[in-house]
């Protein structure tokens, strides 16, 4: 299971770097999940901050964090 979780999450993260306006409805398409399912990984990447909703529903977008927080860990380490 938990590397059913880790592919859906890093599906998500690449479809949200591809098109960070896309909608909660277009994620279901995209991944095979529900809308609740998609809406649980969301809040999930939200709690872990790999993501963050800039702007509102209408006219906002997906901001992918990952990538900064992996590159802030790496410079920690230096």
Do not use: C, F, H
């Not at 949200?16 to 649980?40: C, D, F, H």
């Not at 872990?48 to 702007?55: A, D, L, M, P, V």
């Amino acid at each position: 299971m938990e590397r059913t979780v880790e592919n859906t999450v890093e599906k998500i993260l690449r479809v949200m770097k591809e098109n960070p306006k896309i909608a909660i409805m277009e994620l279901t398409k995209q991944t095979g999940l529900t809308r609740r399912g998609v809406e649980w990984n969301i809040d999930k990447l939200k709690k872990e901050s790999k993501i963050k909703r800039i702007g509102g529903k209408n006219g906002g977008y997906w901001k992918v964090l990952e990538d900064e927080n992996n590159e802030l860990g790496r410079l920690k380490k230096r």
